[in-house]
């Protein structure tokens, strides 16, 4: 017998996937990857989710959420929770995939690390009914952290797995998981998180600009997670890099069409600019620009195009803290 998990990579998931094997049930854990993951952020997140995958003896499989993802995001049917996070949706997006790689795989059913009343949007009783429902998989979803305090699934009423060994974890709480993790010698597991990006407000901001402004691909969507942002026009924003990895990053998320702005024999940011700049919203980004130089007197800021097909340098006066503010999102 096999099962598909959908694995974060954290506790619970993890928990979920160990009490299913101790049951004999062979395990594929499937890991889903977004501009929105917060692993993304630290350093080696990524792989360490494949090594927790690893310590845990199971097959690992990840998919990175594309452009139909970003669409859900925009219009999710079940809302959003307190920022941009539309995490119903998001679920039954995952659960849909998931149905799909189980049938692949030959897997009988899906476990999730779900908690009852864990999470105040997916994952009270109703919710994960509507996800089940949504995604295809009535019945289909073990869950086995809270499983003693849900209907029977097919898996417990078949006898693929033993409803009596499964556990009744409900709510915020971590206290039951960590005893669990003791107990079933679950090591090196992440702090939980609190979500993804998208429950960030700062974030959300920025997706709202977006939403509003622009079209958003993959691209915008990870140059979200870089740097300061700023609406220059409807046309138009910028991002300034806040340390030197984040003006390489910039760099690599630049794409043709974009404006590069960098001061001139000077320390200092560089800046992608995005969208159609008119010559108002050139002298307003080299502004910006020179304002993180910290000089009072006039700067020279170079703003090149990508790719590199020209170039020219524009003398401005930094900013002050008043427009700044005006442009900063
Ligand atoms: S927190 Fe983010 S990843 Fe988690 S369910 Fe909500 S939208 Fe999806």
Redesign the pocket.
Known sequence: MKALALFSGGLDSSLAIKVVLGQGIEVIALN?R?P??CCEHSKGCGSSIKKMADSLGVEFKSIYLGQDYLEM?RNPKHGY?KNL???????I??FRQAKEIMEEVGASFIISGEVLGQ?P??QHRAALKTIEKESGLEDLVLRPLSAKLLKPTIAEEKSWVRREDLLKISGRGRKPQISLAFSLGVKDYPCPA??????DSNFSNRLKDLFKFEQLNLNDAKLLRVGRHFRISPQFKLVVGRNEKENMQLLNLSQNGDLCFECQSLPGPTAIGRGIADEEAKIQSARIVARYTSLDEEVEVLMKSIPANGEKKISVQNINEKEFLKFRI
């Open positions: 889903f977004s929105f993951c995001i929770g996070n539309p995490c119903i949706d998001c679920r997006f995952k999470r949007m997916s609190g979500g993804c990006l998208l429950t």
